[in-house]
């Protein structure tokens, strides 16, 4: 199994900058590729980013430019460089990775930002 906790959320002003990070344990060599999901008021978790095990990323049209997704393998943590940070922004923001042949899904707990003067 795998296991992510994450950090780094917080208050921002508009334009500022924070730093998510997300470390796994457990099974980290089974973990496929790793990701950032967000969740306002409601019921759906929208994608921010994801990055495959060879370093190959996708974002969210509405990020693109702005949000930076690195991991490293070996340690089993993934971060999201966030950038020119926008009101809209401010969400939950949650790691999860795939992980094993059946490429289960693992979430970390959440953490807040609120992007706000």
């Known amino acids: 199994q795998v296991q992510l906790v994450e950090s780094g959320g917080g208050l921002v002003q508009p334009g500022g900058s924070l730093r998510l990070s997300c470390a796994a344990s457990?099974?980290?060599?089974?973990?496929?590729?790793m990701g950032w999901n967000r969740q306002t008021p409601g019921p759906e978790r929208e994608l921010v980013a994801a990055?495959?095990?060879?370093?190959?990323?996708n974002y969210a049209d509405s990020v693109k430019g702005r949000f930076t997704i690195s991991r490293d393998n070996a340690k089993g943590t993934v971060h999201l460089q966030m950038n020119n940070l926008k009101p809209e922004d401010t969400a939950v923001y949650y790691c999860?990775?795939?992980?094993?042949?059946?490429?289960?899904?693992?979430w970390g707990q959440g953490t807040q930002v609120t992007v706000s003067s």
């Open positions: 999860w990775a795939r992980w094993g042949k059946a490429n289960f899904r693992a």
């Open positions: 457990g099974s980290i060599s089974s973990i496929n590729s």
């Open positions: 990055i495959t095990s060879g370093g190959s990323s």
